[in-house]
């Protein structure tokens, strides 16, 4: 059982900020800014693209109840990451949505990596082949 499974069935604690019964939202442990969250499904998947889509409408709706509930932090901006895949960055394997609350001046919060030259014509075909 993954460790997101675990605090699901309340096994390891966690600072809730949001629950419903589809959804479980809790501050990261290891946050990258004040307020940083995660937001899980309650059903274990891996991957975003292996969720029905029944189940992917609830937990884009407990995505947004978490960004109002954390609006009371007074935020400029946020941002909203999901990692699929170790090569992604995915450190657990069980869906989860950071949402990183953004102030004036905090700086590198969130980083991607420097612009790829890539020709969009062949990838375009690639995908449509």
Known sequence: MCIFCKIVNGEIPAKIVYEDEHVLAFLDIN??????????PKKHYEKFDEMPDDELCNFIKGVKKTVEILKKLGFDGYNIVNNNGRVAGQE????????????????DVVKFGEIKKVDLDEVLKEIKE
Request: charged residues 20%; hydrophobic residues 30%; aromatic residues 8%.
């Open 31 to 40: 946050p990258r800014n004040k307020g940083h969250t995660l937001v899980i």
């Open 92 to 107: 657990v394997n069980h869906v989860h949505f950071h949402i990183i609350p953004r102030y004036e001046g905090d700086g």
